[in-house]
Protein backbone atom coordinates (compact mmCIF):
# COMPACT_ATOMS: atom_id res chain seq x y z
CA UNK A 1 0.00 0.00 0.00
CA UNK A 2 1.10 3.77 -0.63
CA UNK A 3 0.35 6.17 1.39
CA UNK A 4 0.36 10.58 0.44
CA UNK A 5 0.38 13.07 2.97
CA UNK A 6 -2.05 15.79 1.88
CA UNK A 7 -0.59 18.47 4.58
CA UNK A 8 2.71 17.91 4.41
CA UNK A 9 3.68 21.24 4.63
CA UNK A 10 2.14 22.23 7.95
CA UNK A 11 3.07 18.39 8.60
CA UNK A 12 6.83 19.32 8.25
CA UNK A 13 6.94 22.68 9.95
CA UNK A 14 5.26 20.06 13.48
CA UNK A 15 7.79 17.81 12.92
CA UNK A 16 10.89 20.77 12.98
CA UNK A 17 8.73 22.11 15.93
CA UNK A 18 8.81 18.78 18.09
CA UNK A 19 12.84 19.85 18.12
CA UNK A 20 12.43 23.52 19.16
CA UNK A 21 14.02 24.66 22.42
CA UNK A 22 12.04 27.92 22.88
CA UNK A 23 10.54 27.69 25.90
CA UNK A 24 8.75 29.80 28.28
CA UNK A 25 6.86 28.89 31.32
CA UNK A 26 3.59 31.30 31.40
CA UNK A 27 2.26 33.94 34.21
CA UNK A 28 -0.25 31.80 35.77
CA UNK A 29 2.43 28.70 35.85
CA UNK A 30 5.43 30.57 37.42
CA UNK A 31 2.80 31.82 40.32
CA UNK A 32 2.22 28.80 41.43
CA UNK A 33 6.22 27.21 40.77
CA UNK A 34 6.92 26.90 44.14
CA UNK A 35 6.61 27.92 47.64
CA UNK A 36 9.19 28.87 50.29
CA UNK A 37 9.34 26.67 53.50
CA UNK A 38 11.24 27.23 56.83
CA UNK A 39 14.38 28.79 55.75
CA UNK A 40 13.66 29.77 52.67
CA UNK A 41 14.01 26.28 51.34
CA UNK A 42 12.29 26.13 48.42
CA UNK A 43 8.75 23.37 47.75
CA UNK A 44 7.95 22.91 44.70
CA UNK A 45 4.31 22.07 43.27
CA UNK A 46 3.30 18.95 41.46
CA UNK A 47 3.21 21.50 38.27
CA UNK A 48 6.55 22.13 38.58
CA UNK A 49 7.71 18.24 39.03
CA UNK A 50 5.31 17.51 36.11
CA UNK A 51 6.94 20.48 33.85
CA UNK A 52 10.37 19.06 34.55
CA UNK A 53 9.47 15.48 33.92
CA UNK A 54 7.80 16.43 30.69
CA UNK A 55 10.62 17.85 29.37
CA UNK A 56 13.24 14.80 30.45
CA UNK A 57 10.88 12.96 28.48
CA UNK A 58 10.92 14.87 25.21
CA UNK A 59 14.17 15.62 25.15
CA UNK A 60 14.79 11.42 26.50
CA UNK A 61 17.75 13.17 29.21
CA UNK A 62 18.82 11.80 32.59
CA UNK A 63 17.62 13.41 35.54
CA UNK A 64 20.64 15.42 35.82
CA UNK A 65 21.32 16.31 32.39
CA UNK A 66 17.12 17.68 33.04
CA UNK A 67 18.51 19.52 35.95
CA UNK A 68 20.88 22.02 34.01
CA UNK A 69 18.85 22.49 30.90
CA UNK A 70 15.65 23.21 32.83
CA UNK A 71 18.55 25.66 35.02
CA UNK A 72 19.83 27.38 31.71
CA UNK A 73 16.03 28.42 30.85
CA UNK A 74 15.24 29.80 34.08
CA UNK A 75 18.54 31.77 33.19
CA UNK A 76 18.19 32.88 30.20
CA UNK A 77 14.35 34.22 30.85
CA UNK A 78 15.83 35.81 34.22
CA UNK A 79 13.57 34.86 36.53
CA UNK A 80 13.74 34.39 40.27
CA UNK A 81 12.82 30.68 40.90
CA UNK A 82 14.93 28.16 41.19
CA UNK A 83 14.84 24.48 39.69
CA UNK A 84 14.26 20.89 41.34
CA UNK A 85 17.32 19.07 41.91
CA UNK A 86 17.40 15.60 39.91
CA UNK A 87 17.11 14.02 43.87
CA UNK A 88 13.66 15.95 44.64
CA UNK A 89 12.73 15.02 40.69
CA UNK A 90 13.01 11.23 41.65
CA UNK A 91 11.72 11.14 45.14
CA UNK A 92 8.30 13.18 43.70
CA UNK A 93 8.09 11.31 40.59
CA UNK A 94 6.66 8.54 42.78
CA UNK A 95 3.82 10.63 44.32
CA UNK A 96 3.22 12.98 41.68
CA UNK A 97 -1.04 12.73 41.37
CA UNK A 98 -2.37 11.27 38.24
CA UNK A 99 -1.84 13.16 34.96
CA UNK A 100 -4.83 13.77 33.45
CA UNK A 101 -5.41 13.45 29.21
CA UNK A 102 -5.50 15.48 26.63
CA UNK A 103 -8.81 16.77 25.91
CA UNK A 104 -11.31 14.56 24.92
CA UNK A 105 -13.74 15.49 22.37
CA UNK A 106 -17.36 15.93 23.50
CA UNK A 107 -19.03 13.73 19.89
CA UNK A 108 -19.41 10.18 20.51
CA UNK A 109 -15.96 8.17 20.52
CA UNK A 110 -14.22 5.28 18.40
CA UNK A 111 -12.22 3.62 21.07
CA UNK A 112 -8.84 1.05 20.04
CA UNK A 113 -7.64 -0.53 22.96
CA UNK A 114 -4.71 -3.18 22.77
CA UNK A 115 -1.34 -3.22 24.91
CA UNK A 116 2.13 -3.46 24.04
CA UNK A 117 5.23 -4.23 26.56
CA UNK A 118 7.87 -1.79 28.09
CA UNK A 119 11.00 -3.08 29.04
CA UNK A 120 12.62 -2.81 32.63
CA UNK A 121 16.22 -2.95 33.12
CA UNK A 122 16.89 -4.14 29.48
CA UNK A 123 16.26 -7.29 27.79
CA UNK A 124 16.34 -11.14 29.54
CA UNK A 125 13.17 -12.46 29.79
CA UNK A 126 13.57 -14.58 26.85
CA UNK A 127 16.97 -15.57 28.38
CA UNK A 128 15.53 -16.17 31.61
CA UNK A 129 12.53 -18.18 30.15
CA UNK A 130 14.87 -20.08 27.44
CA UNK A 131 17.78 -21.28 29.99
CA UNK A 132 16.95 -20.58 33.56
CA UNK A 133 19.50 -18.12 33.59
CA UNK A 134 18.86 -15.88 36.66
CA UNK A 135 17.82 -12.21 36.16
CA UNK A 136 16.27 -9.12 37.14
CA UNK A 137 15.19 -8.17 34.09
CA UNK A 138 10.99 -7.72 33.60
CA UNK A 139 8.35 -6.24 31.31
CA UNK A 140 5.55 -3.84 32.10
CA UNK A 141 2.40 -3.93 29.88
CA UNK A 142 1.39 -0.24 28.70
CA UNK A 143 -2.99 -0.69 27.97
CA UNK A 144 -3.61 2.61 25.99
CA UNK A 145 -7.02 3.16 24.28
CA UNK A 146 -7.17 6.00 21.38
CA UNK A 147 -9.36 7.78 19.99
CA UNK A 148 -9.46 6.35 16.29
CA UNK A 149 -10.06 9.97 15.29
CA UNK A 150 -7.43 11.61 15.53
CA UNK A 151 -5.00 9.04 17.23
CA UNK A 152 -4.98 10.74 20.55
CA UNK A 153 -4.56 9.13 23.37
CA UNK A 154 -7.26 9.64 26.24
CA UNK A 155 -7.04 6.19 28.29
CA UNK A 156 -4.13 4.58 29.76
CA UNK A 157 -3.22 2.32 32.33
CA UNK A 158 0.62 0.02 33.27
CA UNK A 159 0.46 -2.90 34.78
CA UNK A 160 3.11 -6.56 35.70
CA UNK A 161 3.30 -8.50 32.80
CA UNK A 162 1.55 -11.30 33.98
CA UNK A 163 -1.69 -9.12 33.75
CA UNK A 164 -3.91 -10.27 31.48
CA UNK A 165 -5.51 -7.29 28.36
CA UNK A 166 -9.09 -7.95 29.32
CA UNK A 167 -8.91 -7.38 33.04
CA UNK A 168 -7.62 -3.91 31.92
CA UNK A 169 -10.66 -2.63 29.62
CA UNK A 170 -12.77 -1.63 32.79
CA UNK A 171 -9.98 0.33 34.01
CA UNK A 172 -9.74 2.00 30.82
CA UNK A 173 -13.22 3.14 29.93
CA UNK A 174 -13.23 4.63 33.29
CA UNK A 175 -11.21 7.00 32.65
CA UNK A 176 -13.27 8.16 29.72
CA UNK A 177 -16.39 10.56 30.75
CA UNK A 178 -17.70 11.63 26.88
CA UNK A 179 -19.89 9.29 25.07
CA UNK A 180 -18.36 6.09 23.15
CA UNK A 181 -19.60 4.61 20.04
CA UNK A 182 -17.57 1.94 19.06
CA UNK A 183 -15.04 -0.11 20.74
CA UNK A 184 -12.45 -2.12 18.91
CA UNK A 185 -10.13 -4.46 20.48
CA UNK A 186 -8.00 -7.67 18.78
CA UNK A 187 -8.75 -11.14 19.47
CA UNK A 188 -7.10 -11.22 22.68
CA UNK A 189 -9.82 -9.28 23.79
CA UNK A 190 -12.56 -11.93 22.91
CA UNK A 191 -14.88 -13.50 25.57
CA UNK A 192 -18.16 -12.47 27.50
CA UNK A 193 -16.35 -11.18 30.37
CA UNK A 194 -14.88 -8.03 28.36
CA UNK A 195 -18.40 -7.68 26.27
CA UNK A 196 -20.65 -7.58 29.42
CA UNK A 197 -17.55 -4.39 30.67
CA UNK A 198 -18.09 -2.63 27.53
CA UNK A 199 -21.67 -2.84 27.98
CA UNK A 200 -21.81 -2.02 31.34
CA UNK A 201 -20.62 1.74 29.62
CA UNK A 202 -22.87 1.83 26.93
CA UNK A 203 -25.86 -0.48 26.04
CA UNK A 204 -25.89 0.93 22.33
CA UNK A 205 -22.18 0.88 22.07
CA UNK A 206 -20.64 -0.87 19.24
CA UNK A 207 -18.22 -3.70 20.38
CA UNK A 208 -15.99 -4.79 16.96
CA UNK A 209 -13.65 -8.05 18.27
CA UNK A 210 -12.81 -11.03 16.35
CA UNK A 211 -13.80 -14.19 17.90
CA UNK A 212 -11.61 -17.00 18.12
CA UNK A 213 -11.29 -19.80 15.60
CA UNK A 214 -13.06 -22.20 18.58
CA UNK A 215 -15.57 -20.10 19.56
CA UNK A 216 -18.85 -20.88 19.49
CA UNK A 217 -22.27 -19.31 20.02
CA UNK A 218 -23.57 -18.43 23.58
CA UNK A 219 -26.65 -20.06 23.18
CA UNK A 220 -29.00 -17.68 25.10
CA UNK A 221 -32.58 -17.12 24.78
CA UNK A 222 -33.59 -14.03 22.87
CA UNK A 223 -31.88 -11.76 20.39
CA UNK A 224 -28.59 -12.19 19.51
CA UNK A 225 -25.68 -10.77 21.12
CA UNK A 226 -22.84 -8.78 19.05
CA UNK A 227 -20.70 -11.64 19.45
CA UNK A 228 -22.89 -14.44 18.31
CA UNK A 229 -23.43 -11.92 15.32
CA UNK A 230 -19.73 -11.89 14.60
CA UNK A 231 -19.74 -15.52 14.88
CA UNK A 232 -22.27 -15.92 11.95
CA UNK A 233 -21.53 -13.49 9.41
CA UNK A 234 -17.68 -14.66 9.59
CA UNK A 235 -19.24 -18.45 9.19
CA UNK A 236 -21.41 -17.20 6.23
CA UNK A 237 -19.36 -14.71 4.43
CA UNK A 238 -15.26 -15.30 5.66
CA UNK A 239 -13.23 -13.33 7.75
CA UNK A 240 -12.19 -11.17 5.59
CA UNK A 241 -15.87 -10.25 4.82
CA UNK A 242 -16.85 -9.65 8.20
CA UNK A 243 -13.39 -7.43 9.08
CA UNK A 244 -14.53 -5.00 5.93
CA UNK A 245 -18.23 -4.53 7.11
CA UNK A 246 -16.75 -4.06 10.84
CA UNK A 247 -14.16 -1.57 9.81
CA UNK A 248 -12.03 -4.16 11.56
CA UNK A 249 -8.95 -2.76 9.89
CA UNK A 250 -9.03 0.84 11.85
CA UNK A 251 -7.36 -0.94 14.49
CA UNK A 252 -3.77 -0.92 12.70
CA UNK A 253 -4.08 2.86 14.26
CA UNK A 254 -3.67 2.02 17.84
CA UNK A 255 -0.23 -0.31 16.82
CA UNK A 256 0.81 2.66 14.74
CA UNK A 257 0.00 4.85 18.09
CA UNK A 258 2.59 1.90 19.98
CA UNK A 259 5.05 2.00 17.57
CA UNK A 260 5.18 5.80 17.84
CA UNK A 261 5.64 5.81 21.53
CA UNK A 262 8.40 3.24 21.16
CA UNK A 263 10.13 5.73 18.78
CA UNK A 264 9.75 9.05 20.34
CA UNK A 265 9.64 8.51 23.92
CA UNK A 266 11.37 4.87 24.30
CA UNK A 267 10.86 0.83 24.34
CA UNK A 268 12.26 1.20 28.43
CA UNK A 269 11.13 1.93 31.21
CA UNK A 270 14.10 3.76 33.43
CA UNK A 271 12.30 4.50 36.74
CA UNK A 272 12.79 0.88 39.16
CA UNK A 273 9.69 1.40 41.57
CA UNK A 274 6.67 1.06 39.96
CA UNK A 275 5.00 3.36 41.23
CA UNK A 276 7.75 6.09 39.46
CA UNK A 277 7.31 3.72 36.52
CA UNK A 278 3.52 4.40 36.71
CA UNK A 279 3.96 8.24 36.45
CA UNK A 280 6.98 7.90 33.91
CA UNK A 281 4.95 6.23 31.32
CA UNK A 282 1.91 8.95 31.82
CA UNK A 283 4.37 11.22 31.42
CA UNK A 284 5.04 9.85 28.26
CA UNK A 285 1.77 9.35 26.77
CA UNK A 286 1.22 13.17 28.04
CA UNK A 287 4.40 13.92 25.61
CA UNK A 288 3.58 12.20 23.03
CA UNK A 289 0.03 13.22 22.75
CA UNK A 290 1.59 17.40 22.57
CA UNK A 291 3.93 16.13 19.95
CA UNK A 292 0.65 14.71 18.04
CA UNK A 293 -0.93 18.12 18.92
CA UNK A 294 2.01 19.89 16.94
CA UNK A 295 1.86 17.74 13.95
CA UNK A 296 0.25 15.21 12.39
CA UNK A 297 0.03 13.52 8.78
CA UNK A 298 -3.05 13.88 7.19
CA UNK A 299 -2.75 10.86 4.97
CA UNK A 300 -4.50 9.14 2.31
CA UNK A 301 -3.97 5.56 0.58
CA UNK A 302 -3.46 5.85 -3.22
CA UNK A 303 -2.86 3.28 -5.90
CA UNK A 304 0.96 1.96 -6.45
CA UNK A 305 1.52 2.55 -10.33
CA UNK A 306 3.17 -0.21 -11.67
CA UNK A 307 5.49 0.28 -14.68
Request: charged share 20%.
Amino acid sequence: MAFKVRNWPEYEAGLRRRGSLTLWIEDGALRQWQTLGPGGQARYTDAAIQTTLMVRTAFRLALRQTEGLMASVITLMDLTISVPDHSTISRRAVTLPVIQPASVPDGPLHLLIDSTGLQVYGAGQWLEAKHGAKSRRKWRKLHLAVDAANGMIIARTLTDQDVDDPSQVAPLLDQIDSEIAKVTADGAYDGSPTYATIVAHGDDIVIVIPPRSTAVASGDQGPPTQRDCHLKMITEQGRLAWQKATDYGQRSLVETTMGRYKALIGPRLRARGFAAQQTEAAIGVAVLNQMLVAGRPDSVRCLRVIE
